[in-house]
């Protein structure tokens, strides 16, 4: 894969996970509108993405997914790969401490 597809598939997939995070805030009764914006950038920052792996990487992924097999299966890879563990980080950001 030439540098250049892996720039397009990372878009697409930043694209995917951004449609996947505003979708997934909007269920959650917790986060106030207010907040919505700074749980957005938390969820599709480079910072996050980057305890996966390098982010154009991580975006590659969901970009190849998205084009190769569906929507739903790069939504299952968010679900299963990503979202775990930003839950986590948001719960530990919210403790006293």
């Given at each position: ?63 190849m ?11 299952n ?21």
């Open positions: 894969m030439t540098l250049e597809e892996k720039r397009n598939f990372a878009w697409v997939g930043d694209a995917v996970l951004a449609l996947y995070a505003r979708r997934w805030i909007l269920q959650q009764t917790s986060i106030s509108s207010k907040e919505r914006a700074d749980v957005f950038q938390a969820m599709t920052s480079n910072d996050f993405l980057s305890h996966f792996g390098e982010p154009t990487q991580i975006e590659c992924e969901m970009g997914l998205f084009e190769n097999e569906g929507l739903a299966q790069a939504n890879y968010i679900e299963t790969h990503l979202l775990p563990s930003f839950i986590k980080k948001q719960r530990q950001s919210k403790q006293p401490g």
